[in-house]
């Protein structure tokens, strides 16, 4: 692995470790904001329930999670994209 790298490096120097980046580093932020949304009002939505904190947890996190995937998903499409 250590080899490929370094002939990496030597045919196309350090923006041959960078192809792709972008996608990700411009999507981080979104993707984390959604993310707390999504936990945010599922902990809201959970909190009328009477049911044990595990599961008003587990289902906030659900819900978040839900959220993270509308939002990540194209980013990483275009990340992959980006590689080849």
Do not use: D
């Not at 923006?15 to 809201?44: D, E, K, Q, S, W």
Request: aromatic share 14%; glycine share 10%.
């Amino acid at each position: 692995m250590v080899q490929t790298a370094l002939m990496m490096y030597e045919r196309e120097g350090v923006a041959c470790f960078m192809r792709g980046l972008n996608a990700p580093v411009v999507g981080a932020a979104p993707i984390h904001a959604f993310t707390f949304l999504g936990r945010n009002y599922g902990n809201t939505w959970t909190q009328s329930l009477e049911i044990s904190n595990f599961w008003k947890v587990y289902i906030a996190g659900c819900i978040g999670g839900v959220f993270h995937t509308m939002v990540a998903a194209p980013f990483e499409v275009l990340k992959c994209r980006a590689q080849v």
